[in-house]
């Protein structure tokens, strides 16, 4: 699902969050927000924040990536190298709602992608990727661009393979998962949250996919 709602009548996560708030008795009437936000079809760790002041600083941190950790985990096609590192600069034509590879000089933005392999075989790996920049699309993006992209991902992945895959395993939606979220040496408000690391485990479908992988 969207993490902030479009206007339609579909379910948000924020409209969720802010019903349980409600139930838990929240007093006030500010209406919690997203700090970041994952793709519709990416599952995983969101954050939200109860105050407007938190919401800021948070938002802040994300955007820096200084303090902060984040960690996915994503099936990709092919057999990809035991570690890599991705730094190529991406630009969003918000027209298409699409992100390209370009030059930073034309706008592009630096954007640097770790990754380190769990699992592969000849058809597929199973990769644990580190963000060092926040853009938009970005593990996406960058697993195409070195030939390796999102199982799933019907806008930057390989279609041929992507039905394949939908139909062996009954899959519909993209391979990638924000696992972990781990905090450095925080001031302010947000100190309590200093050292401490979030995690979500993958969903159930998508671990016994992995087992059957694994088991061929």
Known sequence: MLVQGDGSRNVSLDVLVNEY???KGKEGNFLSAPCHRIDRNTSGLVVFAKSIEVTQEMTKL???HKVLNKTYLTLVKGKADPRGEVDVPLIKNEKL???FVGKEEEGAK???TLYETIFSNETVSLLKVKLLTGRSHQIRVH???IGHPVVGDSKYGDFTFNKEFQK???FENQFLHASELSFKKLEGSLKY????TFTAPLPID???ILESIKGE
């Open 21 to 23: 708030l409600m139930f």
């Open 62 to 64: 994300f955007k820096e």
């Open 97 to 99: 709602n699409k992100v």
């Open 110 to 112: 630096p954007s640097k």
């Open 143 to 145: 697993m195409a661009y």
């Open 168 to 170: 062996q395993y009954n």
């Open 193 to 196: 949250l200093s050292g401490k």
């Open 206 to 208: 998508e671990e016994k």
